[in-house]
């Protein structure tokens, strides 16, 4: 059985992270989805909560899912201690692919193989969000039942009230 | 008996804040100040501790006291758990007041109904602090017995350190 | 303006707490009520959320209260850091009272002066709980209000479940 | 789409636990199970990190996978706040299922509806533990492949050392 | 330049970690000594600050001092995790030495070669507690220096007022 | 015995922090270094980890070092609450020393006499960091153990990745 970690936000799940697992699942048996900075939701970056993302990895992944682990896993304050914080959490893997430059350095420092995955051009996660906040096309960016899932939590509506209002990761709750 | 939670940070507690009581006090029986962000002090945006602000708001209160509770609760990482967090150290409410829209917002996720508290022209925490930070009038801006207890502990003093230096939120406390 | 805190865990008040503070307030212009362990409730020892003890408190007080606060404050893992954890969320106060040797211990090193207040013999918070757990008398052991607060919650019912299920504040949540 | 919650240690995932699944799945469309007090391991009463929990469950689940969320969540200090801590890593459920009535007890509490799963006579987490540790038969208790796992990462060893070490929950790792 | 981790609590540093010292540098160049659950004090099995431990080991340890390392290092919740915490905060080392024995098997299941140090007849932490608690001769089983340290912080009085009220690791602060 | 306190966070240990302990000894009987902002490493303000700058520190002092503890030591949210946590891992001491502003009005606050160290002209932590990763001269700025130490470890390749990624002490570390 070989296994591979994919690291994300998934804020949300988007066609480039579909075509990751797919690329992912084409060498090996089982990928492990790790849902990052999983306690970090109602923000402009972290607009879902984990327990939404995993909905919207579990239905974009659809038939995929039966060779795929999703978990959540929160981010921790120490760079050096982060990898075994997720190793923690998850099945045994033999590499990691992540296309975050500073995910795939500290996980080469704790000793792991890692790899970028393919990009899908014109697909982010944050290009999403902007296109949900500002009304534009973000639907043909992310899987079917993904928009089904954002359409029923309300997501639109929420992404555009936290950029309406600006709230950062590390945003003032309470100003008064 | 109704109650009504009022959720701020008090730094520090002003016109504004003492107008907001009375506003809802006129409707409810009781009223739960919630000092928010309550493990930060010393920063610019958050010079006082949690036990001066709840010492400021009892004075500001003055005969309000008796129907008012005062709590310090501390931020927490996750916005989702907040409101549930807030519940924890308070007595049983019906209602949230804030002018902060995000704090609306968690607490209307949550299930609770939320309203605005009637704005005081010209006045807000931010104002006070950088008059003070300045050299101008903040006394104006809150109410006496206020005014009294930011000077037994040197609070001008401290404020106008804290910008002199620049010690935000997030500052950096160990550049060297 | 002469101030002393209380300390206690306040599960629940009863009426030897309120002759403390009636003690306290024979000597201090203000007492700062300080219910401690905040962030534990339904548990044998600690049943009560902290909102609902500093409502029990206030309740209990009746007019006392304009001369005292009521501040919840959760327990830290180091003792040495405690006093320090605890004077961050209370307004500054002269002396420490607490029929706890230990808190007097820590708050002695930090250097105040603590005393002991006058115990009301037969009257622990054990045994109240203990009695509302085996069905005993327990509303002549603490102030009428209180006992009310406690019905309307239905506080004994609870107690009596965490009993029967012997939560300790460690328990184990999830055997299975 | 009907989602019932189902929580547990799963220190192993023993065959009651499979039985429970197929008891939920009978009624609901998905099953979300939370693999509780995860970040707990090398114990004697939670041997098994988080990541092999779950992956025990998933290899236990068999077909069954396709309609299940395995999601591991550490334990929180406050038990009023738990519930809600739940809630934020798991999708969207309308009831809660666990053999553990203070599980039941603390989402009652918040709002759910709770259920008993029906008890498999003679099957526990802690008879396995104990059995493991013991040399007597544990294998026909967990799901064969669960076994198999177990026998891939020398997991009766480490619970025989675990017991012979006696190292509880909050055992003294540093005794010196 | 060879390296070695000694890992304990040093309630108080005694004659056996000193002999273990001197055991583990006719070996290796340098030794970093740990001292473990560095957050606890005031406690029956953790009576001294980790400050207090700190200096116990550099004046017990004398000339040794200048080939060693001393690191206070807080317990971390998760046991797999915790040998990552200690690496974090201590130089690079080849090996482990430690008389505990779950330490050294958490080690060995990170990757690392541990040893048992030579145990000296008669000597141990909760020995030493012991003859303090119970005015034995304590004195015999540290070195000179370190008894001159606990006398000028009077840690034997410490000591017996933790026994005399049985302040356990986990002792509940606030009973009232 | 004379001993104060030398608060830095040392990424790296330069000839400025060098001459500031020369210059405390010289009125000190012992300096306890505090490498402050322990839990932080992997980033543009904070590359090195505890472990790493405690072996710069120890290096960097050589004969010095007889009459010096290095101490790690984690940031806490409250400031009000940071002295004390710093003396609860340090050495009884009777001054501090910093440049940094913030810290010494933090340690004044908690009653202790506080100092400057005198200033290298053009040396400090941020230009040392800069010119590693510009391809600057450091090595001149730092003491020759030092220097060596960081090559050991590729620390200049490491301060260089993190310069070119941006990532900061806050850094987004899961974009996707």
Sequence with gaps: MKRALFIGRFQPF???HLESVKHILSTYDEVVVVVAAAQ??????NPF???ER??????GLGPLYERSYII???NVPSNYEWPRHVLNYTPRAEAVFSNNRFVRMLFQEYGYRTYETPLVEGVSGSIVRRRMAEGGDWRSLVPPP???LIDEINGVERVKSL???RVSMRGERFEG
Excluded: F, L
């Design 14 to 16: 988007h066609i480039g």
């Design 146 to 148: 993904v928009a089904s």
């Design 49 to 51: 909560t984990a327990g």
């Design 54 to 59: 995993v909905e919207m990895v579990k239905r």
């Design 163 to 165: 950029y309406a209002m």
């Design 72 to 74: 959540p896993i929160d």
């Design 40 to 45: 970090y939701s109602y923000t402009m970056e």
